[in-house]
């Protein structure tokens, strides 16, 4: 900050009126002055500080120079103090020979001659304070600069010591963030397989009990085919997690694609809904590939029932193979490439990009492990092969699988068991003592042929809903529907308990039981005053929670007959 002392100007003038005259113009135009005794006395108010100095040419001419010139040799290299000598002859060496010794004497020195008017005088000394600041302003410039020197190598320290920490913090945050993505994705892992596996369990607790009632042969190899299906989709779940976790050894041998892709007719039959239509088409030539015959059946299985889920209204599933120049590497360009075409809802860029991510889908909770297509990628890369997907929404999706040919002779044909799907439709033949009507909503069709056949065992008749749509055709259809008994988890964009709530509204006086194997969503529904049963459940437990909502509640029957075990969440009606 600049002071007053420090753009004071010093006056020398020991003859005449001139310290007088100058003193007053420049206090008159706001300058302030003090008149210094001869050049010790500018000297000694220099070192306190001062904008220029005044002085007279005869206060120079027999004093002693050598003080004032060694105070103007020590100046800091900012500093050029700046002198208005008045002259009676200017400053022009030709008229003024001793101007040459006062301007080595003085260095910055601006000459004004006598008699002066206060104008001149006035403009000599601003123009000599206006750069006496500048100087100070270089001053402050060269101090920052040697503060900031004098400090750089402790704040280079600083620097590097705080990259270090953020550098530390980063990699502790990437830890737990990687620490997050895992524990999310056990997560997302175990919602999805527990509700896989409770299916599976229900059917063949099911299965299970029906073996122990009377029937005949026919109902008996149904419900052992259901109970077998429940198996073989275990089975299948298990072996995505151990392809995925790559505990899974391939096996591979030289397959005759066209032979293994007929062969899989049955399996995508029982894999698919009945409105969903495969259509195959081959060369004639196709050539041999080496790969696991199992896995290519589970990664088909996988893709085919992603295209199922991406129709919800049925659709036509194309699966291609033909043979082509592939770029899975220069010294093999021959391929077998496969194709899968669906007409369903696609993908969008971003669900693109994450396809074949582990755990990722966008399927409703519980409804997939987000393991499908991982096993898949993981399959075909162990393979040698190569898979690719391209998709637009509403434009429907094609998957495509590149396999290196093979030079080696066909494995023997492996032939493989034939099943028959357990049938989900069809009316209680004993309706007539039937103890009350029942809508099922259930997707899952081996579970929900089960459920039925037990349910219409125990005296009920069952009408069958894969999904809330339907189940509002059958109830806006008036069927005489007593009580409704759903599935939580469900495709089409409406859940069990979503379902629930719409029928409360609708049909305020019709009984809505619930159930799920997973049991956030139990906990969910439980909250909103819904009644849930969780998977697996008893046909007794399933009985006496239905029978408090049918006509003539507490009548005896063969489920009812004996105390039931608890095996759900449940919460009284709202």
Request: proline share 5%.
């Amino acid at each position: 900050m600049i002071s007053q002392l420090s753009e004071r100007g010093l006056i020398v003038a020991p003859l005449g009126r001139d310290s007088e005259v100058a003193s007053r113009v420049l206090a008159d135009n706001g300058v302030r002055s003090i008149v210094c005794a001869g050049l010790t006395g500018l000297v000694a108010e220099l070192q306190t500080g001062a904008g220029f100095a005044l002085v007279t040419e005869e206060a120079l001419y027999t004093a002693d120079l050598h003080p004032l010139a060694r105070w103007i040799g020590d100046q800091p290299e900012w500093s050029d103090f700046p002198f208005v000598l008045l002259t009676h002859r200017g400053g022009g060496i030709e008229r003024n020979p001793a101007a040459l010794r006062f301007l080595e004497a003085l260095g910055n020195v601006s000459f004004l001659e006598r008699p002066f008017h206060p104008t001149s005088l006035v403009s000599l000394v601003r123009a000599a304070v206006r750069g006496r600041r500048r100087q100070y302003e270089a001053r402050s410039r060269l101090e920052a600069l040697a503060d900031l020197n004098a400090t750089l190598e402790a704040r280079v320290d600083a620097a590097i010591a705080a990259r270090l920490k953020d550098q530390e913090r980063l990699a502790k945050a990437e830890s737990a963030l990687r620490q997050a993505q895992k524990l999310e994705a056990v997560g997302q892992l175990t919602g999805g397989v527990s509700h896989d596996f409770n299916n599976l369990l229900m059917a063949i607790s099911s299965g299970m009990y029906l073996l122990d009632q009377p029937m005949d042969a026919e109902q008996r190899r149904k419900v052992v085919n259901g109970m077998r299906q429940a198996v073989d989709r275990g089975t299948t779940l298990t072996r995505q997690l151990l392809a995925f976790s790559r505990r899974r050894p391939l096996a591979p041998k030289t397959v005759d694609l066209r032979e293994r892709l007929l062969g899989m007719d049955e399996m995508l039959h029982r894999s698919l809904r009945g409105d969903i239509d495969v259509n195959m088409s081959f060369d004639d030539d196709l050539w041999a590939v080496d790969l696991d015959p199992n896995e290519l059946e589970l990664a088909i299985v996988n893709i085919c029932v992603n295209a199922r889920d991406a129709m919800p209204d049925g659709g036509t599933i194309e699966i291609a193979a033909r043979n082509g120049a592939g770029d899975l590497s220069a010294a093999r360009p021959d391929t077998v490439i496969i194709t899968i075409t669906d007409i369903g809802t696609g993908m969008s860029g971003e669900t693109l990009s994450r396809a074949f991510e582990p755990f990722f889908t966008t399927k409703e909770i519980g409804r997939g492990s987000g393991l499908g297509l991982a096993q898949v990628y993981g399959f075909v890369a162990q393979s040698n092969g190569h898979v690719s997907i391209a998709s637009e929404p509403g434009k429907g999706t094609t998957v495509t699988l590149s396999f290196p040919r093979s030079d080696n002779p066909l494995s023997p044909v492996e032939t493989s068991r034939s099943e028959s799907a357990v049938p989900a439709g069809g009316r209680d033949k004993s309706s007539s003592r039937s103890r009350g009507r029942l809508l099922l909503v259930e997707d899952d069709l081996t579970v929900a042929a089960l459920t039925k056949q037990m349910l219409e065992g125990a005296g009920l008749t069952v009408v069958h809903a894969k999904s809330a749509r339907d189940a509002f055709r059958e109830l806006e259809g008036n069927r005489g529907i007593d009580v409704v008994f759903s599935d939580v988890m469900m495709p089409g964009g409406m859940s069990g308990a979503e379902l629930a709530r719409e029928i409360r509204a609708r049909w305020p006086e019709l009984p809505v039981v619930l159930t799920t194997g997973y049991i956030e969503a139990a906990r969910s529904a439980v909250g909103e005053g819904l009644e849930v049963l969780v998977k697996p459940y008893s046909l007794e437990t399933l009985v006496t929670a239905l029978d408090a909502h049918l006509p003539g509640a507490g009548a005896a029957s063969p489920a009812a007959s004996q105390p039931a075990p608890s095996a759900g969440v449940r919460a009284p009606r709202a």
